[in-house]
């Protein structure tokens, strides 16, 4: 019996930063009503967390923000790579890597790229984005409790302005809410990893020297390791604002409050190399890098999502893109079942797909520290002796051997060593160029608010199973769109190049058929007709969605 309540909506989101207002839009696209809750009054103002791999940026693409992200990124869309130099001064030092997709390779498996965008410019693009797709966010408002029962969650939040306590009746609760996320640990989840790393003391200085010092050196990132002054410069606006990364070591039993302003400012010039450069304080804000995985993503009615499920060295940037991916992932399984094109149990593939995916990806973070000796990290026997491996395996790579998928290889790793997008079920779907009514596209464009069947415009087989989707999708309960690709009248997407095989880059035959999910990845594919194509749907389907 759902008690009476303030408000009512289908999903509760706990936590406005990346993940949460991630999940907003997301949430929003697909038609869900939603109430979103952050305790601080309003986005990011620190400069962090401002990579935002190709994986992101194809989500954000479909979500129809990749222009407006690139537009809030612009100042720094010429920055590439990472230094490693003693002090900015001379010519000593090297590249750990000059750029991001050297030599253009990047564009033969997506529509789009790595965008370097700080949170504080990131957010808020997507909180415009969120409320106007009708999203409900209250900044300023607390959960102070909840509780759940068969049929759903009752939620307490406080109005932090007016100090008013209001209730909130979900269907679901998605904790977004951090680290030391409170709704994980009401819910006594435990986590498992090697805990944390290591510690820094981020500060924002304004300098109008600096940019004469760096030249035309347009780093993402520079590590800097004069000994007794290391740490890690960024840029905010290549010009006079900066940030910089100064190892702490409460370990050692350093406070924070040693870290005085005249400190930092000796700390930054020592590390640059120049004396008497110009240094402004602007803010200064204490973080801690740790490698933790929770034991579960849900409980019952309650998510896990981003830094509440996961903790990973910040060293390639994975942290904050699992996060917005684990949103994804959750965000068309909640809209599915609430939806009632999916049975409940869909939910419980959230686990199974993301958080094996966490614990792959957050023991590449800290190897990837290892690898780039990340200022103030000096790590234990053990942390980041795992494998490294290319960033583009872990970016676009990873797989899900269980979960929502049919016929995928349960033996074969989350993380493979090489990138391999070959329509294999359980992987990112390839990305082609298409043409729709004379409008180009990407595959990926074609996947967000329902699972859509491949099949080809010029064989017999292809286009029976074409038929049978769209009968099956007209009979009612089943969302399925489907697309019959090559030349022809009969095809609805066209070639974008002379010479194009759908069928060969999706790992079938022109008598197969492919169907992939809301979120972009395999469920299913086959190689041959069917003799009776709609039931082999039918099957596929409920397998997929959990409604059999």
Same mark, same amino acid.
């Given at each position: 019996m759902q008690q009476k309540a303030d408000h009512q909506v289908p999903v509760l989101v706990v936590g406005g930063s990346l993940v949460g207002l991630s999940l907003s839009l997301f949430l929003g696209r697909l038609g869900v009503r939603h109430m979103l809750v952050e305790r601080h009054s309003g986005t990011s103002i620190h400069p962090r967390g401002r990579g935002n791999n190709v994986r992101t940026m194809e989500l954000f693409r479909v979500a129809g923000v990749e222009p407006d992200i690139k537009e809030a990124a612009s100042l720094l869309a010429d920055n590439h790579g990472i230094l490693q130099t003693p002090t900015l001064v001379g010519d000593a030092g090297e590249w750990l890597f000059k750029e991001i997709d050297p030599g253009g390779g990047l564009a033969r498996f997506s529509p789009t790229s790595w965008c370097l965008c700080s949170q504080n410019d990131l957010e808020p693009v997507l909180l415009k984005g969120a409320r106007a797709l009708g999203g409900d966010l209250r900044y300023f408002h607390e959960l102070e409790s909840f509780s759940q029962d068969p049929e759903g969650v009752t939620a307490y939040v406080r109005d932090r302005d007016s100090d008013r306590l209001y209730t909130v009746r979900a269907d679901y609760l998605v904790a977004a809410d951090g680290p030391r996320s409170p709704v994980r640990g009401r819910l006594g989840i435990g986590q498992s990893g090697p805990g944390d790393l290591f510690a820094n003391v981020s500060v924002t200085f304004r300098s109008k020297l600096l940019a004469d010092v760096v030249g035309d050196r347009r780093f993402i990132c520079c590590y800097l390791t004069e000994p007794g002054a290391d740490g890690a410069l960024l840029p905010v606006d290549n010009k006079e604002n900066w940030v910089f990364h100064a190892p702490w070591h409460p370990e050692n039993g350093e406070t924070l409050e040693e870290f005085t302003e005249d400190r930092l400012r000796r700390h930054i010039r020592h590390a640059v190399g120049v004396p008497d450069l110009d240094v402004e304080i602007t803010g200064k804000a204490s973080w801690r890098a740790a490698e933790r995985v929770a034991e579960r993503y849900a409980a019952d009615r309650v998510f896990l999502a981003g830094d509440s499920a996961h903790e990973m060295s910040p060293t390639g940037a994975f942290g904050s893109n699992t996060g917005i991916q684990d949103a994804h992932n959750l965000a068309w399984k909640l809209a599915a079942v609430l939806g009632g094109w999916a049975g409940p149990g869909l939910l419980g593939t959230y686990d199974t797909e993301r958080r094996p995916v966490a614990l792959a990806t957050s023991a590449r973070a800290s190897a990837r520290s290892?690898?780039?000796?990340?200022?103030?990290?000096?790590?234990?026997?053990?942390?980041?002796?795992?494998?490294?491996?290319?960033?583009?395996?872990? *970016?676009?790579?990873?797989?899900?051997?269980?979960?929502?998928?049919?016929?995928?290889?349960?033996?074969?790793?989350?993380?493979?060593?090489?990138?391999?997008?070959?329509?294999?079920?359980?992987?990112?779907?390839?990305?082609?160029?298409? !043409? !729709?009514?004379?409008?180009?596209?990407?595959?990926?464009?074609?996947?967000? @608010?329902?699972?859509?069947?491949?099949?080809?415009?010029?064989?017999?087989?292809?286009?029976?199973?074409?038929?049978?989707?769209? @009968?099956?999708?007209?009979?009612?309960?089943?969302?399925?769109?489907?697309?019959?690709?090559?030349?022809?009248?009969?095809?609805?997407?066209?070639?974008?190049?002379?010479?194009?095989?759908?069928?060969?880059?999706?790992?079938?035959?022109?008598?197969?058929?492919?169907? *992939?999910?809301?979120?972009?990845?395999?469920?299913?594919?086959?190689?041959?007709?069917?003799?009776?194509?709609?039931?082999?749907? @039918?099957?596929?389907?409920?397998?997929v969605l959990r409604t059999g």
């Open positions: 290892v690898e780039h000796s990340h200022p103030g990290f000096a790590p234990a026997p053990g942390i980041g002796a795992g494998k490294r491996g290319g960033i583009l395996g872990v *970016v676009l790579g990873y797989r899900y051997p269980e979960g929502a998928v049919v016929g995928a290889d349960p033996d074969r790793p989350v993380v493979p060593e090489g990138l391999r997008l070959t329509g294999e079920p359980g992987s990112r779907s390839p990305h082609m160029w298409l !043409r !729709r009514a004379g409008e180009r596209l990407s595959t990926l464009d074609l996947y967000e @608010r329902s699972p859509v069947l491949l099949s080809d415009a010029g064989s017999a087989a292809g286009a029976a199973w074409h038929a049978a989707a769209r @009968r099956l999708a007209g009979a009612g309960g089943v969302r399925l769109d489907a697309y019959r690709i090559g030349a022809g009248p009969d095809a609805e997407l066209a070639y974008d190049t002379e010479g194009d095989d759908w069928a060969a880059v999706h790992g079938t035959t022109a008598d197969g058929a492919v169907l *992939v999910r809301p979120d972009g990845f395999v469920a299913w594919r086959a190689s041959d007709a069917a003799d009776d194509p709609e039931a082999e749907l @039918r099957r596929v389907l409920a397998e």
